[in-house]
């Protein structure tokens, strides 16, 4: 075998110092901030999966239905920021009372719930409720009235300052 047929990837992107130092400054922040190991690891990537996904229908939903507001928007990027606080003050209360992620989980599983349920009344919003099994629906129907009347609610306002008719 000749060694000028194998790749040198030495030189690909994500093999740079920079990307390097990058990577561990992010991963140093994040196990100071949720901790180490496999709960937190999928723990927190599901929570920002469903995080996104809650953005991404929400965007999606207003814009369907013309309540979309940059202003709702910046309040929406404040309350991610909170929602990314909590478990890492959760985390470290755990650190103080010595407990295994019991108030890290908790927090997780009842703040991702919240968020998991915004997420599914936004995809209903959105006009893809066709995937969403009628079980689910019936789950967060409360949230969905919710946010089909504050939608209601922002369009009228938005057409009254406006002058809209």
Known sequence: MEWSMIKDYTYEPFSHPVM?????VFLTVFTFLYGEGIVATVGMSLYTGVIALDW???YRA???????ASE?????GFRTIFLFIVP???HG???????????????LLSFGFHVWKSMTANVYRAGWDRW????VLNIVADEIEHKIARSRKRIADKQKYLGDE
């Open 93 to 107: 209360v755990d650190l103080l009372m010595s407990t295994p992620n019991v108030v890290f989980g908790f927090a």
């Open 88 to 90: 890492a003050l959760a």
């Open 62 to 68: 207003s814009k369907k239905d013309g309540s979309y």
């Open 56 to 58: 991404i229908s929400g």
């Open 20 to 24: 390097g130092a990058i990577g561990a």
């Open 132 to 135: 969403i099994p009628v079980s």
């Open 72 to 76: 709702y928007g910046i309040d929406g």
